[in-house]
């Protein structure tokens, strides 16, 4: 009963409110509303037939209220605040490692290096059975995740099963405070080309690219290859930052409007640059979004970089978070931001939804035309559309099945158990005599798979059944479901550079981690190759920026 008069003085708190307010007709139908809500709820929990938890149904009817938006406006309540602490610092008190299921129990995946699982010399791989003498049998990945987070300084026991060896082992680990990196990787791709890798907007990310491209200059680095894929965003404020380091001070990078005006602000570089001039490739996919496309954005408006990859995700929206009553907050959407040649790249639409409450794409029809600095042709409402389109590399069948099903990942477990160290991850070569001994040990490998072709096939097959046209044609249908049908062998062989470009990264992981997964993976990247292209020819990179460069009107390709 405590947890219902709880809820019940929040209700009625916030119906008192209003009061406050001058009482226009909309303020009265919240007043209103929120009366209805508050009998319901009160005359729910005191006569419902079960015993119920007013704390689960509040949450469930906030949910269900904001999903009505956009899925940007979200409810933290106080027992999340570290997990949302975590997305915005990129800290946390923990151990270091990543985790996944196994079966019944939970395996470490990997380990960070030089943090508290990596120092006690935990492996991917390695099977959590117990923790403090407690078996872990049947925990889910999330209730693994919240034990091994925790106060640092603070220690325990954990007890792993190793694949190779017979015996379980205990090791003691004391958790500390783990920075994960918003730049996990920076090198030099040739002589006078680096590279680094930005994974996320917290509150380290400009720090980092500084230092990062300060290294890479030392190493001379005459240009730069940023990448941006997978990049979700974060902080607008770091992406202003970081447009710094390569626009000169009093440019405006991006604005934001909203309905109510105190969310009207320009945000411009109030800095120096350190690199106003240097040379710069920027990439970019369908999941860079929201600060990924503030940088990419703006950069390409002021005509500053060479935007490659395919098209962006389109998150034109900002969120402002607000404190709530007990330490909870609400992450709500107020604005819209506008990067400088005046466009949002908004791309979904959630302030008009359909009768099914789905949210359409703007189309191409009311896309707006804009301009850079140097008048080449942008639009909005579509995410960023590079300069240079690629098309995005896909995943096999049998290359997909194999990651999914953690045969990759198992293989790299054993080779490590085999091999004490490798080549430097720059020059780490999976062989052919290596591939053909990971073809062998797939054999007792349960790898059942069945491609699209097949699948719209029956489909096929189905309806011709359905129109009697299945008997006249028979014997075409079952050559073609023969030719189509899964042959493990056939796509080992067809897939096998993907194929070994997937072991490869796995297997450096295991020797230099995520750095060396990075390292390993750039040498062979279809988008960073392009970019040294471009970088090593001035005339090329300058006709883009111009506007006078000619690759089939490519992008225009790419926007219909």
């Not at 119906?15 to 909309?26: K, Q, V």
């Not at 917290?202 to 240009?223: F, R």
Request: proline share 3%; charged share 25%.
């Amino acid at each position: 009963m405590k947890h219902l008069k709880k809820y019940i003085i929040i209700i009625a708190l916030a119906i008192s409110s209003l009061g406050l307010w001058s009482f226009t007709d909309n303020n009265f139908a919240i007043a209103k509303n929120l009366d209805i809500f508050y009998t319901l709820f009160r005359e729910m929990n005191m006569i419902y037939v079960d015993q119920t938890d007013p704390e689960k149904m509040i949450k469930t009817a906030i949910d269900a209220m904001l999903k009505k938006l956009d899925p940007y406006t979200v409810y933290i309540p106080e027992s999340k605040m570290e997990d949302y602490k975590f997305m915005t610092t990129g800290q946390y008190g923990g151990i270091g490692a990543m985790i996944r299921k196994e079966g019944e129990y939970v395996m470490v995946s990997e380990p960070y290096k030089n943090f508290p699982a990596d120092k006690a010399g935990l492996r991917a791989g390695d099977l959590i059975l117990k923790i403090d003498g407690k078996s872990i049998k049947g925990k889910t990945t999330q209730e693994m995740s919240e034990f091994l987070k925790g106060e640092p300084g603070s220690t325990f026991e954990m007890e792993i099963q190793r694949k190779g060896e017979s015996e379980p082992k205990t090791i003691s680990l004391t958790r500390e405070k783990v920075q994960i990196k918003s730049v996990p990787y920076s090198g030099m791709v040739n002589d006078s080309i680096g590279y680094f890798l930005l994974t996320s907007f917290t509150q380290n990310a400009y720090p980092e690219v500084k230092e990062a491209a300060k290294k890479l200059v030392k190493s001379g680095a005459k240009s730069f290859i940023f990448d941006l894929r997978g990049n979700g965003g974060g902080l607008l404020i770091q992406a202003v930052n970081i447009v710094n380091l390569f626009v000169e001070k009093g440019q405006e990078v991006v604005s934001t409007k909203g309905r109510v005006s105190q969310w009207d602000k320009s945000y411009k570089t109030k800095m120096v640059a350190d690199y106003p001039n240097i040379p710069m490739a920027v990439l970019v996919n369908s999941h860079s979004a929201s600060a990924s496309e503030i940088v990419s954005g703006s950069l390409q408006d002021l005509d500053r970089a060479v935007i490659i990859g395919t098209k962006t995700f389109g998150k034109g929206l900002v969120q402002t978070t607000r404190p709530l009553s007990y330490n909870a907050q609400l992450k709500v959407t107020t604005a819209k931001y506008y990067i400088p040649s005046g466009r949002c790249i908004q791309a979904l639409d959630y302030s008009h939804r359909n009768e099914d409450g789905s949210v359409g794409k703007v189309p191409d029809s009311l896309m707006t035309e804009f301009t850079t600095k140097n008048n080449r042709s942008v639009f909005d409402g579509g995410g960023i559309l590079p300069d240079i389109y690629l098309k995005p590399e896909t995943l096999s069948n049998i290359a997909f099945n194999l990651m999914t099903k953690n045969l990759i990942f198992d293989y790299a477990t054993e080779y490590r158990l085999k091999h004490d160290s490798i080549a430097p991850s720059a020059t780490f070569k999976f062989s052919d005599s290596d591939y053909q001994e990971f073809k062998t040990w797939l054999n007792d490998k349960e790898l059942e798979y069945e491609s699209v072709s097949t699948h719209e096939l029956d489909d096929l097959i189905q309806t011709a059944k359905a129109e009697n046209y299945y008997n006249h044609s028979k014997t075409t249908f079952d050559e073609l479901k023969k030719e189509l049908a899964n042959d493990k062998n056939k796509d080992l062989k067809t897939f096998k550079s993907q194929i070994i470009r997937l072991i490869e990264q796995e297997i450096t992981t295991r020797y230099y981690y995520k750095s060396g997964s990075i390292d390993n993976m750039i040498r062979k990247d279809s988008s960073v190759i392009k970019a040294i292209h471009i970088l090593s020819s001035p005339k090329i990179y300058h006709s883009i920026l111009e506007g006078t460069f000619d690759e089939g009107n490519i992008k225009l390709k790419a926007q219909k």
